[in-house]
């Protein structure tokens, strides 16, 4: 059922937010990264990065990040204003927009905010195919300047919220997250389309990678490739 009253939109979001925070408050969260200065919410982090994680994950970003220089780029279809409504009660800046809709006005405030702002895009929605990167986030990474960090979540003990194109991964009270971060992927400027296509197998490689790494910290199988990319 789609919500479409913006008063029930917003207690959606506060219903969303406060569950999210109680939540976790008793989740322990492990983060793996040989360059913590990638990390957003580390003093020492110098530069804005582009941060790139899988659809599915959304919720355990959200839930551990306590920043307030972090946007993230969310679908203009009606399932986006709650997710953007929630995003706000977390300080998260939502720039809506997609490639179907949206999308020229979307590319221009990301590439202004990427001066000021750490941005967060999950590079295989909103419809899917489900973990494949698009090329989206390659070009605003070629735009901008901005590095690309890949960023994999799992927990050990998670509901899963079956969707039509991927599903949403929720932890459990008390679980433990693991966060596994691979080091930045610089883009050249000015790219061409084989040059695009060239670094989207290699941030889709990194992922992977991740997804592995995650896997076996989690004890969760990995998923298939051919999963990866179904609709």
Not at 29 to 35: A, G, I, K, M, S
Not at 56 to 81: W, Y
């Amino acid at each position: 059922m789609k919500i479409r009253n913006p008063y029930l939109m917003r207690f959606g979001a506060w219903v969303s937010a406060l569950i999210i925070k109680t939540l976790f408050r008793t989740v322990k969260v492990r983060c793996h990264n040989d360059l913590p200065e990638t990390d957003p919410r580390n003093p020492e982090c110098d530069r804005f990065y582009l941060h790139c994680l899988w659809h599915e994950s959304i919720v355990m970003p959200v839930g551990i990040c306590t920043i307030k220089n972090m946007a993230g780029l969310v679908s203009r279809h009606q399932d986006g204003g709650i997710l953007a409504l929630t995003m706000k009660r977390f300080h998260i800046r939502a720039i809506r927009g997609s490639s179907s809709k949206g999308g020229t006005r979307a590319l221009k405030e990301l590439l202004t905010a990427t001066e000021s702002w750490h941005i967060t895009i999950t590079p295989d929605g909103p419809r899917g195919p489900r973990r494949a990167v698009k090329e989206g986030i390659i070009y605003l990474a070629s735009q901008s300047g901005n590095p690309i960090v890949c960023w994999a979540f799992a927990s050990n003990n998670a509901w899963v919220v079956r969707g039509s194109w991927t599903d949403l991964v929720v932890p459990k009270p008390f679980s433990t997250v693991e966060a596994f971060v691979a080091p930045p992927v610089v883009v050249p400027p000015g790219l061409d389309r084989a040059g695009i296509e060239t670094y989207r197998q290699r941030v889709q490689q990194v992922m992977e990678q991740l997804d592995e790494k995650v896997a076996r910290a989690t004890n969760a199988a990995p998923v298939a490739p051919q999963l990866r990319r179904a609709a």
